[in-house]
């Protein structure tokens, strides 16, 4: 079974740009996240849909948007991008269902995104 | 906030067990405790969950105390490519995960 892909895998983009992420989860997973991860602050989570809604949502600005298509696929989405938004952005998917569950949380490679 | 304490690293020899310490003093009754490792710049990958009983997997053991208030995690016989950061984490139902800091191990031939 594939794993979750993310593309690009690189980017780089100027300040005040916005920036689109995507990510194909695995065949069949329903549940997808999306987490940052920076030198300073670590790895943190800003959001994750299920079944095309947002479920659960971190503390980040609303600059930082997301969503996620029928078939699973999701897209996050960096408007008026600023120099500390450069990071590792990373996807992840789960087959969580709708009342949850354990399950654990597949991670993709990851984007790396650098703002000049 | 993470709700776990790990130390921030340990180092082990090339073929000897790895024995990677967890506190979650908070947890409650509904939170497993996941494992995850993180290779550089990679993304992580999931290692072994638990909720009271010790697992075991082909990758690692996870030893959890009667208590629930701390866990072991175990690689039986490490090698340079476990060389990574650990991360243990206590989660409930489909929560988002909340890494802490974890603990750096490194792999000495």
């Known amino acids: 079974k594939a794993g979750v892909t993310q593309t690009p895998r690189y980017l780089i983009k100027t300040r005040g740009q916005q920036v689109t992420l995507s990510c194909s989860p695995i065949?069949?997973?329903?549940?997808v996240s999306w987490y940052q991860q920076t030198p300073g602050q670590g790895l943190q989570f800003l959001f994750e849909y299920f079944s095309e809604t947002q479920r659960n949502k971190g503390n980040f600005p609303g600059r930082f948007s997301g969503r996620q298509f029928s078939n699973s696929r999701s897209e996050m989405n960096v408007s008026t991008l600023e120099l500390g938004d450069s990071a590792l952005y990373l996807c992840?998917?789960?087959?969580?269902?709708?009342?949850?569950?354990?399950?654990?949380?597949?991670f993709g490679p990851g984007t790396r995104l650098t703002v000049l | 906030d993470a709700k776990t304490t790990q130390p921030t690293s340990m180092d082990c020899a090339e073929g000897r067990a790895a024995n990677l310490p967890c506190n979650h003093s908070?947890?409650?009754?509904?939170?497993?405790v996941y494992w995850y490792r993180q290779i550089h710049s990679q993304g992580p990958q999931y290692i072994i969950h638990g909720l009271k009983n010790n697992e075991t997997n082909e990758m690692a053991s996870l030893i959890i105390t009667e208590d629930r208030k701390s866990s072991t995690l175990i690689l039986p016989h490490a090698t340079l490519r476990d060389t990574a950061v650990y991360y243990c984490i206590v989660r409930a139902g489909y929560e988002k995960l909340t890494f802490g800091t974890g603990t750096r191990l490194t792999i000495i031939p």
């Open positions: 992840a998917s789960s087959a969580t269902g709708v009342s949850g569950g354990v399950h654990e949380q597949f």
């Open positions: 908070t947890i409650s009754g509904n939170e497993y």
């Open positions: 065949s069949g997973h329903r549940s």
